[in-house]
């Protein structure tokens, strides 16, 4: 049997991913380009005031190539790659810095490199309320937190920091977990203990029935801290965790995907001081009370009701300010200019005790 001679048609394909490859680089640099003469306007216009990175016109720029991708390349790698293009634009003038919910190697690092792409300068912090402290102070100027999973709910810490903080969120995002076990240990029947975030603990508990019925459960600050200790140990000990955790490191992954939901999402809110403008595909964020009084809730649904708006979240927390008095956090499907938004808000206004737009912000890309 003759073989067939294929590397002339191979070398013509090359010369014309070269070419491609060619035009890609300068496409990029002139969009670069263009992006520093925006920058430059800005400043001219107002120095102080001047706000590089824009939500809104990301969530469209975005939008609008997941419209128009003709493929081969999914979605999900399209948004991927212009999101660190966009990024790497942005840091030309000056990188964002940008607190998260520490240390490094957990999912909320995971979750703001995702939203913002990698050019930008990560801040790791211990607690939640140092995320709020770092942006109110102007240290950074976004932060990322964790506000709900889809299996274990909300995040409290979280709702309980918006009462008091003046900042409003300006994104969110929506990241898939996917919980590995990490070890050192070459077998499950090594395994004593393992470490790991209780919310990693509760979203694993049927798999770790059924494989590690035997190793005791030990809490950690976060999955990032539970694998730094696994890796300055010895056998014996594992921890669920991230794969960013297990690169960073260093520490082998023994089995994956250990959560019991395939669908095991958590959703993350972006906080800052500015207010976000309508990017046309908008979810807005707000508390609100009413007076403890027979009817009092359902006087401040009617209003969305009334409006056709789309509530998509509601959750009640006590208020620290009276006994058995509570606030309701809620999100809706729109933005706060909306015209119909402002009916809305114009019933609640007369009706509630306390409301406050926390923000409208371009919903989450999955």
């Not at 002339?8 to 992006?35: G, M, T, V, W």
């Not at 009334?306 to 620290?320: D, F, L, N």
Request: glycine share 6%.
């Amino acid at each position: 049997m003759s073989s067939i001679n294929t590397e002339p048609k191979l070398q013509k394909i090359r010369i014309e991913i070269d070419s491609l490859d060619a035009q890609i680089l300068q496409l990029i640099n002139q969009r670069a380009a263009i992006a520093q003469k925006v920058a430059k306007i800005k400043h001219e216009y107002n120095a102080k005031a001047v706000r590089i990175y824009r939500p809104e016109r990301e969530a469209q720029i975005l939008h609008r190539l997941k419209t128009n991708n003709p493929g081969p390349l999914d979605n999900d790698t399209i948004i991927r790659l212009f999101k660190e293009i966009i990024s790497a634009c942005l840091a030309l003038e000056q990188p964002l810095r940008v607190a998260y919910l520490g240390p490094a190697g957990t999912f909320t690092q995971t979750a703001t490199l995702k939203h913002f792409g990698h050019a930008i300068d990560t801040i790791p912090v211990a607690t939640i309320p140092d995320v709020f402290r770092d942006v109110e102070s102007g240290a950074c100027q976004y932060g990322v937190v964790p506000i709900e999973n889809s299996t274990e709910g909300v995040i409290n810490h979280t709702l309980d920091m918006f009462i008091r903080s003046p900042l409003r969120i300006c994104g969110e995002i929506c990241l898939r977990i996917h919980q590995h076990l990490l070890s050192h240990c070459e077998s499950f029947n090594q395994i004593k203990r393992i470490y790991s975030h209780p919310q990693s603990f509760a979203q694993c508990r049927g798999w770790l029935e059924r494989h590690l019925p035997q190793a005791k459960h030990l809490s950690s600050g976060s999955n990032a801290e539970a694998v730094r200790q696994v890796a300055e140990e010895t056998c014996e000990n594992a921890a669920i965790a991230g794969e960013a955790a297990a690169e960073l490191y260093n520490v082998n992954i023994l089995a994956r995907n250990l959560e019991d939901e395939p669908s095991n999402t958590t959703r993350f809110l972006v906080i800052g001081n500015n207010e976000v403008p309508i990017s046309g595909r908008d979810k807005t964020s707000l508390l609100m009370a009413c007076q403890n009084e027979v009817g009092g809730l359902h006087g401040l649904l009617e209003p969305f009701a009334q409006q056709g708006i789309s509530m998509t979240r509601i959750e009640s927390r006590p208020s620290r300010t009276s006994l058995w008095e509570y606030v309701f956090f809620v999100d809706f499907e729109g933005h706060k200019d909306d015209p119909k938004t402002q009916q809305a808000f114009a019933l609640l206004k007369q009706r509630a005790s306390l409301l406050k737009v926390l923000g409208s912000y371009p919903i989450a890309e999955n």
